[in-house]
């Protein structure tokens, strides 16, 4: 049941959100945060009873969670969602474009359907999910739009190509459209963690690739980030109006080598590829 709160500026009581992939790792996370913060959260995913579960537990918090199945590869649905979304409570706050899968490994091994299969959910489901949200905050002359991109929109280190190229995308979508959307009131955020703990590092890829071994020793992290820290973190940047929010301090140390030295960086990355592979025999 759908509970309304009077909204406090500055705050997320009483915003409304639409969280994809809201069903396991950072979007369930994020649905948490959300809810404890007081928002009426519609947290989506693929799979209706992860999200199910992710909506069973926050019961206890002051914000409510509404499961719904959603595949963000078909554009109808997500507008389908966001419109019901907007007709029901009258306003759309926030859209966390969120919902990701990664495929790692040599990239010659990778089949074209797997390429389409990354471009259609880390693209355009972020696509789906802008064009759905966008013009209603236009609309409204508020809101925000916060995609999951990761460092590796950053950076740019083999074996793990194909997810690159599509955080990559979500980032230059995030910052072109943030540059166009300032005029309109609404805000947008990417986002960009290094390793965050969630059943994504154990989906391996091609090949006998390990994402594990692969992001934990690529970083300079020995333990992966907590995803209930993060979303914390990512609610604060969405307050304070952040363009980008990279974590932990490792990230943004690498971030900053690879504009200020870019030659070098491409050098560093080319001895990790090498080094992953003799490791992981690839
Ligand atoms: N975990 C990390 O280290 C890390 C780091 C940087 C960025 N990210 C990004 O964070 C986002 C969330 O990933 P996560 O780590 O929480 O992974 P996760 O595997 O725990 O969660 C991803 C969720 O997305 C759902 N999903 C997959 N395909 C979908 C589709 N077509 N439509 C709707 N839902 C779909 C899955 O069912 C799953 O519940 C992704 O975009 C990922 O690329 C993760």
Redesign the pocket.
């Known amino acids: 049941m759908r509970r309304r709160v009077r909204s406090v500026p500055g705050g997320f009581a009483g915003k409304t959100a639409v969280v994809?992939?809201g069903?396991?790792?950072?979007?369930a996370a994020l649905t948490r945060a959300l809810a404890a913060a007081g928002a009426d959260v519609t947290c989506?995913?693929?799979?209706l009873a992860?999200a199910e579960r992710v909506a069973d537990g926050t019961s206890h918090l002051p914000g409510s969670v509404r499961a719904q199945q959603?595949?963000?590869?078909d554009g109808t649905s997500v507008g389908d969602v966001v419109d019901d979304v907007v007709a029901t409570t009258g306003h759309l706050d926030l859209m966390f474009n969120?919902?990701?899968?990664?495929l790692g490994g040599n990239t010659e091994l990778l089949a074209l359907e797997q390429w389409n299969a990354i471009i259609d959910?880390?693209i355009r489901?972020v696509v789906h999910g802008v064009a759905a949200a966008y013009p209603h905050m236009i609309r409204q002359r508020s809101g925000h739009i916060v995609n999951?991109?990761?460092?590796?929109g950053l950076t740019a280190a083999g074996l793990l190509t194909s997810y690159v190229m599509t955080?990559h995308a979500v980032v230059g979508l995030s910052l072109a459209l943030r540059s166009e959307a300032a005029a309109h009131g609404v805000g947008v955020l990417a986002l960009c963690?290094?390793?965050?703990e969630?059943?994504?590092?154990d989906?391996d890829g091609v090949g006998g690739f390990s994402g594990r071994t692969y992001?934990l020793s690529g970083q300079g992290v020995r333990k992966?980030y907590d995803?209930d820290r993060f979303a914390g973190d990512a609610l604060a940047a969405v307050e304070s109006g952040q363009p980008l929010l990279v974590v932990p301090i490792q990230a943004r140390l690498a971030w900053r080598f690879a504009r200020v030295a870019p030659g070098l960086m491409q050098r560093a990355a080319a001895g990790f590829v090498s080094r992953q592979r003799q490791e992981q025999r690839l």
């Open positions: 994809t992939g069903g396991s790792g950072i979007g989506t995913d693929l799979d992860a959603l595949d963000v590869t969120n919902a990701g899968i990664a959910v880390n489901g999951t991109a990761s460092m590796a955080k963690p290094a390793a965050v969630t059943p994504l590092l989906a992001y992966a995803a």
